[in-house]
């Protein structure tokens, strides 16, 4: 089965950092591309940035040089380092395959609030 868990979001203030993580199961993690994704509310799901299996990064242009994705393969998680956060940045965030794989279930998401 496969399942992705989202974890580290919180509350932090305009101008803070956070690092979000996510694990997968039930994939070949190795060999395939992963993202992160973001719900604000009231708005449909995005995709922040992307990751392939060598490394290479791609992110929308909210998110370029303010946050970093990163993997490790041998443990199948794949991280987002969020600095200098945003009110807009607001939002539950997920991560998933890019593009994401017809029937795959969501994980819960993390939240991410920034507020003052």
């Known amino acids: 089965q496969v399942q992705f868990v989202e974890s580290g979001g919180g509350l932090v203030q305009p101008g803070g950092s956070l690092r979000l993580s996510c694990v997968a199961s039930?994939?070949?993690?190795?060999?395939?591309?992963m993202g992160w994704y973001r719900q604000a509310p009231g708005k449909q799901r995005e995709l922040v940035g992307t990751?392939?299996?060598?490394?290479?990064?791609n992110y929308q242009d909210s998110a370029k040089g303010r946050f970093t994705i990163s993997r490790v393969n041998n443990e199948n998680t794949v991280s987002l380092q969020m600095n200098s956060l945003k009110s807009e940045d607001t939002a539950v965030y997920y991560c998933?395959?890019?593009?994401?794989?017809?029937?795959?279930?969501w994980g819960q998401g993390t939240q991410v609030t920034v507020s003052s």
């Open positions: 039930g994939i070949n993690f190795n060999i395939f591309t």
């Open positions: 990751i392939n299996t060598h490394g290479f990064t």
């Open positions: 998933n395959r890019a593009p994401p794989v017809t029937g795959d279930v």
